[in-house]
């Protein structure tokens, strides 16, 4: 079992980032965790999953969740081992699920802890495919996209944690799916390894030409996770009655891609009305009574691999920020994590 350690390193919020974060907006910080008080474990991270959301964090701009202050450790789940527990429900050695952040270790309260099983899946795969984003994909899916069979189902990120499991699941249900994703190695993963029918890559410049063609029979359900030129290309092919879970916007979160001319107001309100779309955005934790059925259901994919998932994972803490602005950029293919120890 490793020792308790003296010296730990945890990565801060240096600066609010101004468009595009930049390597300067994040501090890297040595401290000393401590002993653990009573109902407290400390814990040493070994995956530390890196999401869009933290973006929206780092700035001040109100939202679902209260910003991040200036010095304030980078928010985030990991998948940590308890390394001394003062906690009766918690031993050394014990595999949780905790947000403790961008960090090497870190005393928490016993309370908020979740065990893993590693029996079930890999350990890592709690912060993808069966954790946050899968349940995302999951949730989002079943309460408000609902796909019937023979409907068309559009999703882009496709080849990311969420996207890929929301095109696998409306497979399942029958739809016929069509990816979008940035550049041809994605795309050719959408559609071999993910089973996708189709797949378009957004960075073409006929790419609202390419969707209308792999959309023959117009949009049924869009499960939104970018907005910006893709929404654009969207919006025309959605059919009557279509479903939007609308899930993320990642596109703008460094609000640099906002211009006039973008689908305003008054002509996106008209077609809610016209084709009496049902628009509904969502946060995963709203739709927590999905938990269940998405553990046991992505659980077997996982297992009889029916389900498939990639990851992207960089190592050390030190690569935190590199892989999160990347990511942003989509220069990831998969679900993101940094590997902190083994
Ligand atoms: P991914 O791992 O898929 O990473 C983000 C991907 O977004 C990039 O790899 C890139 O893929 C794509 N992207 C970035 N910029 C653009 C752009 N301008 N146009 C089109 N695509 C772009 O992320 P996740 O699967 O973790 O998350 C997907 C979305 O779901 C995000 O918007 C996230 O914020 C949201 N989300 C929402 C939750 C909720 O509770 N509502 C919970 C979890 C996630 P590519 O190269 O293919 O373009």
Known sequence: ???????????????????????????????????????????????????????????????????????????????????????????????????????????????????????????????????????????????IGRPRAGETVVVAAASGPVGSLVGQLAKRDGARVVGIAGGADKCAYVKKELGFDAAVDHRRDDMAQALAEACPDGIDVYFENVGGAVWEAVFPLLNTFARIPVCGLIADYNGTTSRPGDLTVPALMRGVLSKRLTLRGFINYDLDSYREDFLREVGAGLRDGTIRYAEDISEGLDSAPGAFMGMLKGRNFGKVLVRLAK
């Open 1 to 143: 079992m490793p020792a308790t350690p003296t010296q730990a390193r945890r990565i801060v919020l240096a600066a609010r980032p101004q468009g595009e974060p930049r390597e300067t907006d994040f501090r890297i910080e040595t401290f000393t965790p401590g002993d653990p008080a009573p109902g407290q474990v400390l814990l040493e991270s070994l995956y530390l999953s890196l999401d869009p959301y933290m973006r929206g964090r780092m700035s001040e701009a109100k939202s679902y969740a209260p910003s991040l202050a200036v010095g304030q450790t980078i928010v985030g789940e990991v998948v940590a081992r308890v390394v001394a527990s003062a906690a009766s429900a918690f031993a050394p050695g014990d595999l949780v699920q905790a947000h403790a952040g961008w960090t090497t270790h870190a005393l928490m309260d016993a309370k908020g802890l979740v065990k893993i099983d590693p029996a079930i899946a890999p350990v890592e795969t709690r912060l993808g495919v069966l954790g946050m984003p899968g349940f995302t994909a999951y949730a989002g899916l079943r309460e």
